[in-house]
C-alpha cells in the first residue's frame, strides 16, 4: 500500500486537533503572556515527540498479526467515536464545536486568573493552560501517528503527515492571529472517523485470521461503504428533525468537546 | 490511588468515549471472526464490518433516543 493515505489521513486528523491546540494557545498567548505560553507549549511537544519516539519503535517490534489485531480493535473503536460524534452533531443532536466561542471561554478564564512565578516561567497559568491544551490535543494524534505508522511500518510517513499539518495550522493561525473559526471541523472530523474505522476494521479483521478479498484493494471498497452507511444513519437521523420545523433548538447530548 | 484513578478515567475515556457498548461489539466481532476462521475455517471477513454497522447504528440510536432535536 502507498504511504500517500497514510500521510493524508493523518494530516487530516492532526490538522483538526492542531487547529483546537491553536485556540488555547492563541487565547494564553494574546491574553496573558507568549514567552510563558510558548514555554507550555514547547514541553508539551517535547513530551508527545518522546512518546513517539518511545513507542513508535517499541511497537512495531511486535509480530504484525498481532499488532493489527489489537491496532485495528482500537482504531474501530476510536474512528467509530469520532463518527458517533460526528453524526450527532451534523444532525442537531449535539452542539457543533464552535472555535470562536471556545477562544472567548478561555480568554475570559484567562483574563480572571492571577498571575504567578514558577521557577523560569513567569506566567503559571498562560504555561499550564498551553500545556495541557497542545498535550491533550496532541494525544489523539500521537495515537493516530503510531497504530497508522506501526500498521504501515512507516512511522516516519505518519510523523510527515502529522508535522506537516502542526505546520499548516500554526502557519495560518499566525498570519490571521484569531481562532480558526471557519475550519470546517465537523466535516474533517467525518472524515477522518470514516477513514480510522475503515482501517480499523481492515486491520482487524486481518489480525483475527480473515482475508480479504482482493487483499489491500478490498480498502478502496470498504471506505466508501463506510461513507455511505454514515451518511445514511445522517440522513435518517435528520429526516424526523425536517418533520418538526417548530422543534426545540438542539439540545446538547453530552458537553462539546 | 485518586491519581491513579484519574489517570484510568482519562484513558477510558480517550480510548472508549462515551459508548462503551460500542467498544464491546468491536471486541466480541473480532473474537468471534477469529473463532470462524481458526475453528470452523470460515473466512468472515464480512463479519466486522457487519458489526461495526450495527454497533454504530445501536449507539446513534441510543443517544437520540427521547432526544427532540
Given at each position: 500500500?502507498?504511504?500517500?493515505?497514510?500521510?493524508?489521513?493523518?494530516?487530516?486528523?492532526?490538522?483538526?486537533?492542531?487547529?483546537?491546540?491553536?485556540?488555547?494557545?492563541?487565547?494564553?498567548?494574546?491574553?496573558?503572556?507568549?514567552?510563558?505560553?510558548?514555554?507550555?507549549?514547547?514541553?508539551?511537544?517535547?513530551?508527545?515527540?518522546?512518546?513517539?519516539?518511545?513507542?513508535?519503535?517499541?511497537?512495531?517490534?511486535?509480530?504484525?498479526?498481532?499488532?493489527?489485531?489489537?491496532?485495528?480493535?482500537?482504531?474501530?473503536?476510536?474512528?467509530?467515536?469520532?463518527?458517533?460524534?460526528?453524526?450527532?452533531?451534523?444532525?442537531?443532536?449535539?452542539?457543533?464545536?464552535?472555535?470562536?466561542?471556545?477562544?472567548?471561554?478561555?480568554?475570559?478564564?484567562?483574563?480572571?486568573?492571577?498571575?504567578?512565578?514558577?521557577?523560569?516561567?513567569?506566567?503559571?497559568?498562560?504555561?499550564?493552560?498551553?500545556?495541557?491544551?497542545?498535550?491533550?490535543?496532541?494525544?489523539?494524534?500521537?495515537?493516530?501517528?503510531?497504530?497508522?505508522?506501526?500498521?504501515?511500518?512507516?512511522?516516519?510517513?505518519?510523523?510527515?503527515?502529522?508535522?506537516?499539518?502542526?505546520?499548516?495550522?500554526?502557519?495560518?493561525?499566525?498570519?490571521?492571529?484569531?481562532?480558526?473559526?471557519?475550519?470546517?471541523?465537523?466535516?474533517?472530523?467525518?472524515?477522518?472517523?470514516?477513514?480510522?474505522?475503515?482501517?480499523?476494521?481492515?486491520?482487524?479483521?486481518?489480525?483475527?485470521?480473515?482475508?480479504?478479498?482482493?487483499?489491500?484493494?478490498?480498502?478502496?471498497?470498504?471506505?466508501?461503504?463506510?461513507?455511505?452507511?454514515?451518511?445514511?444513519?445522517?440522513?435518517?437521523?435528520?429526516?424526523?428533525?425536517?418533520?418538526?420545523?417548530?422543534?426545540?433548538?438542539?439540545?446538547?447530548?453530552?458537553?462539546?468537546? | 490511588m485518586k491519581r491513579l484513578r484519574s489517570i484510568g478515567a482519562f484513558w477510558?475515556d480517550?480510548?472508549?468515549?462515551?459508548?462503551?457498548?460500542?467498544?464491546?461489539?468491536?471486541?466480541?466481532?473480532?473474537?468471534?471472526?477469529?473463532?470462524?476462521?481458526?475453528?470452523?475455517?470460515?473466512?468472515?471477513?464480512?463479519?466486522?464490518?457487519?458489526?461495526?454497522?450495527?454497533?454504530?447504528?445501536?449507539?446513534?440510536?441510543?443517544?437520540?433516543?427521547?432526544?427532540?432535536?
Open positions: 500500500m502507498s504511504a500517500l493515505p497514510l500521510i493524508l489521513t493523518v494530516f487530516v486528523a492532526c490538522a483538526v486537533e492542531a487547529v483546537e491546540a491553536l485556540t488555547i494557545v492563541l487565547a494564553a498567548g494574546l491574553t496573558r503572556e507568549w514567552r510563558s505560553t510558548f514555554q507550555g507549549m514547547a514541553v508539551a511537544l517535547a513530551v508527545l515527540a518522546v512518546v513517539v519516539a518511545a513507542l513508535g519503535p517499541t511497537i512495531t517490534l511486535l509480530p504484525l498479526t498481532a499488532l493489527r489485531l489489537v491496532v485495528g480493535a482500537l482504531l474501530a473503536i476510536f474512528g467509530l467515536q469520532w463518527l458517533r460524534k460526528a453524526i450527532l452533531r451534523a444532525t442537531g443532536y449535539k452542539s457543533l464545536h464552535d472555535e470562536a466561542s471556545a477562544y472567548l471561554r478561555e480568554v475570559t478564564a484567562a483574563k480572571a486568573a492571577t498571575a504567578e512565578s514558577r521557577g523560569r516561567v513567569h506566567d503559571w497559568y498562560a504555561f499550564t493552560l498551553s500545556f495541557k491544551g497542545v498535550l491533550l490535543e496532541g494525544l489523539e494524534v500521537v495515537f493516530i501517528v503510531i497504530t497508522f505508522g506501526a500498521n504501515q511500518r512507516d512511522v516516519g510517513a505518519a510523523v510527515i503527515g502529522a508535522a506537516a499539518a502542526v505546520v499548516v495550522v500554526a502557519v495560518t493561525g499566525v498570519a490571521v492571529r484569531a481562532p480558526l473559526a471557519r475550519v470546517p471541523e465537523n466535516a474533517l472530523k467525518f472524515s477522518v472517523g470514516i477513514m480510522l474505522t475503515s482501517f480499523g476494521i481492515f486491520w482487524g479483521a486481518e489480525g483475527a485470521g480473515a482475508s480479504w478479498p482482493g487483499n489491500d484493494a478490498a480498502l478502496l471498497v470498504l471506505v466508501p461503504v463506510v461513507a455511505l452507511v454514515s451518511l445514511g444513519y445522517t440522513v435518517l437521523l435528520r429526516r424526523p428533525r425536517a418533520a418538526r420545523p417548530a422543534a426545540a433548538p438542539a439540545s446538547e447530548e453530552v458537553p462539546s468537546s | 477510558y480517550f480510548v472508549v468515549g462515551d459508548d462503551w457498548r460500542v467498544a464491546v461489539v468491536v471486541v466480541a466481532a473480532l473474537a468471534l471472526t477469529a473463532l470462524l476462521v481458526h475453528a470452523a475455517g470460515v473466512n468472515a471477513w464480512w463479519l466486522v464490518p457487519l458489526c461495526v454497522f450495527a454497533a454504530l447504528g445501536w449507539s446513534l440510536r441510543r443517544a437520540t433516543a427521547g432526544t427532540r432535536p
